[in-house]
């Protein structure tokens, strides 16, 4: 009876282990992704500011910004799809060591941040860029910004965040959409090739403003 009984327990604890062993390792592959993650938000600073929010010109302030665009973002990076040539070699360099684990935990810490304050540098070409978000351009077949990227500019799932973003970053996104650097985004493939410079340049002003 004595030897039954030990041998139920040492069967109890060797399943115990068994059970254990699978979460003991998860919790130390969770730790170490956080460490990734707390490493890639060190190493994405430099460029695109602490918590996100940067002052730098042509670079995109990432706070707030929408999880799944962001993800989006950086595996067309990574699979070197996405290709301005101003971050070409440094986005494809970083990317290409992110996980897709890593990459959902970067999203997941960006969006969470709070999102660059607007600016307004100039009235009355943000006049004439809102126009253009809130109600598009029938006349050249452009659809209204806000049908996507929301009434306030504030983005919704894969269609990105553009409030407050910088003026400048936007206008040379937009133009990029122009050409085969950004392949995807049929849509505004469309939209952008409608619109005029002068156009590009007021919306862009617009949604920095907001």
């Known amino acids: 009876m004595k030897s039954f009984q030990f ?20 919790d130390n592959n969770s730790k170490a992704e956080m460490d990734a993650v707390k490493r890639a938000v060190h190493v994405c600073a430099s460029c695109h500011g602490e918590n996100g929010v940067t002052g730098k010109k042509l670079y995109p302030s990432l706070a707030g910004q929408m999880r799944d665009y962001t993800i989006r973002q950086l595996k ?7 290709a301005e040539t101003d ?15 890593t990459i959902e935990g970067l999203a997941d810490h960006y969006a969470a941040q709070a999102p660059r304050p607007p600016k307004s540098t100039h009235p009355k070409l943000e006049a004439a860029g809102r126009k253009i978000f809130d109600q598009g351009v029938p006349a050249q077949g452009v659809l209204a910004c806000a049908s996507c990227h929301g009434e306030a500019a504030e983005g919704k799932a894969a269609f990105p965040r553009l409030a407050g973003l910088n ?16 392949p ?18 007021a919306v862009s002003a617009y949604v920095q403003s907001r």
Not at 76 to 82: A, G, H, K, L
Not at 167 to 182: E, G, I, M, S
Not at 189 to 198: C, I, P
């Open 167 to 182: 003026a400048d970053y936007v206008y040379k996104q937009l133009q990029a959409f122009r050409t085969p650097l950004r």
């Open 87 to 101: 971050v070409q070699a440094y986005m494809w360099g970083i990317s290409a060591l992110l996980t897709d684990d």
């Open 184 to 201: 995807h985004g049929v849509l505004m493939k469309n939209e952008t090739r409608s619109l005029s410079d002068a156009q590009l340049r």
């Open 7 to 26: 041998a139920v327990m040492c069967a109890a604890a060797g399943l115990a282990a068994i059970a254990y062993a699978p979460a003991q390792a998860q």
């Open 76 to 82: 067309d990076f990574r699979s070197q799809s996405r």
